[in-house]
């Protein structure tokens, strides 16, 4: 099993920087794939960024240009750093591991965006 805690959430003003991490452990695949995702008030959670085991990244295009997901295989932690943050990015962020026979979650955190 795999055990995730996310970090770094709060309350940002407009245009401000937040990093989210992502602190994993647990029995950690070779082939795995780690990822951002978000939930806002009213609205379905989705995906923001994913990097994989080998340092591939992906984005949505919300996210492109704003937010960068990197990882520290040596502190096993997962970061979202998100610039020029905006309103519409207040949500729940979870952060999330999985393989092709596996599948979790943490149980996520809070970011506001307001002044």
């Known amino acids: 099993q795999v055990q995730l805690v996310e970090s770094g959430g709060g309350l940002v003003q407009p245009g401000g920087s937040l990093t989210l991490s992502c602190a994993y452990s647990g029995s950690i695949s070779r082939t795995y794939v780690m990822g951002w995702y978000r939930q806002a008030p009213g609205k379905q959670r989705e995906a923001v960024a994913v990097i994989s085991g080998s340092g591939t990244t992906d984005y949505e295009d919300f996210a492109k240009g704003r937010f960068t997901i990197s990882g520290d295989n040596a502190k096993n932690t997962v970061y979202l750093q998100m610039n020029n943050l905006k309103p519409e990015d207040t949500a729940v962020y979870y952060c999330?591991?999985?393989?092709?026979?596996?599948?979790?979650w943490g149980t996520g955190i809070l970011v506001t965006v307001s002044s």
């Open positions: 999330r591991y999985y393989t092709s026979r596996y599948d979790s």
